[in-house]
């Protein structure tokens, strides 16, 4: 069963520039258990495939269905985890993991087990009763994290989560994720603009275009889990990856700069001192 | 001698008297102002045609000073406790109003779009996530209303009625008597900020350690 997303198209009306498309004819399909990331420079309509997935916006064209019943509003069994940790400030970290667990129909006193084992799950168990302003940035993304886990979705998203986290806690947190991930075996669809972190989080890697985002191609990555961004491995595909990219951000770099962009390729605004000799 | 005359006045018993009634009319008139500007200010930032159709309305009466309103409160009411009211009341509702409405406004979408994935909708999403977010907003409103109010009523108290502070400052102006003047109005600022300092700084510390906002020292 899992996940399907089929011939998602999307675009967006700005009074400015007119109709921009941002997805065109997306398709591929999650098994049960399966971590998927979604790969792209920005602006490549990434976090608009995850918002579709999550209900939260309408696409134009295709849908997206788990489990065989197709998405219309956002539910408990979507959970997106934002770029931003987006924790209710007046609530403790504990009441915020409570507060998502309100409409599940269990026991309150279970509830609070869940809440806090999961938050335990993230190294918070001190923290419970701390409001989410005495935490960091890293910390309030585990809560969210928590928070996420503790509902028990059929699916997780994740949005570019770990983007606005300091290096040394990124890197905890991909280990912590893979752990986690490993235990509750969790269908997940992962966004990311950074190929060190797809490479390392995913199972299958979805490569996009420039916009309009479409799939460029699929890549399957068999090593297990847990694995560290260093492995020589993880940095060969890197690098492979990052070449096709590099291609893309190009793509995207000309229709943002126009003339001025061919102007710098040609190295009129390039000192020569500076080229290392990557053109030769 | 203001020190003197301030003394004076509360011996007399004419401060606690007018005091009496000065602050009856601003606690009803205050308090409905807070029921009405919040009931309104909750509408407009949830209602987009309540909001477009009022906005403009309030800004209006808004930029109109507390005396604006005497003679329509006098035609309307007549001369009595009524229009008092109504001047402290419409003085302090606007603001109150405004400040709730933005603070609606300005719920992040984010924290709504968060609720929604837990489930929570309709009345709930209101009660439980977009009215505390909007809360700090509506406190600064409501201190701002407080401050307001007393406008209002010393104005309408100076213009309409025959009892209450107000009047006390028209007496003492008719007897040319600069100290009791300046006396009165110390007892209406001490009064206005004894309650700002007693129950809205409360209310704003209570909220910013709800928020686990603590001062950094």
Redesign the interface.
Known sequence: MGLKVENLSKSFWRKDVGNIPVLEDVSFELKDGEFACVLGPSGCGKSTLLNIA?G?VKPDKGSVCVDGSCVS????E???I?Q?P?L???M?VLENVL?????KPIKKSDKQDIAISFLRKVHLGKFIN?????LSAGMKQRVAIARALA?EPKILLMDEPLSLVDDQTRFMLHYEIQQIFKETKKTVLFVTSSVEEAVCLADRLFVFSARPGKILFEQKIGFSHPRRETDPQLVFLQDNISTILEKEFEKIAKEEMDIEYVLTKSGVLVPFDRNLGSNI | MVLGKFAEGFISGEYLLSLKTSLLRIGIGYSLAILLGIFLGVAMGLVKFIDEGVSGILLGLQSMGHAAWVPFAVLFFGENELAVIFIVQISAMIVITMNTESGIKFVSPQLINQARISGIKGISLFREVILPAAVPSIITGMRLGWAFSWRGLVTAEILVSGLGVGHILMRAKEQKDMAYVLATMLLIASISIIVDNLIFKNLENGVRRRWGITKQS
């Open positions: 999550g939260l509003e956002p539910s408990p979507r959970v997106i934002f931003e987006t209710f400030p007046w403790t507060f998502a667990l309100k409409t701390a409001h989410p302003h005495e509902m």
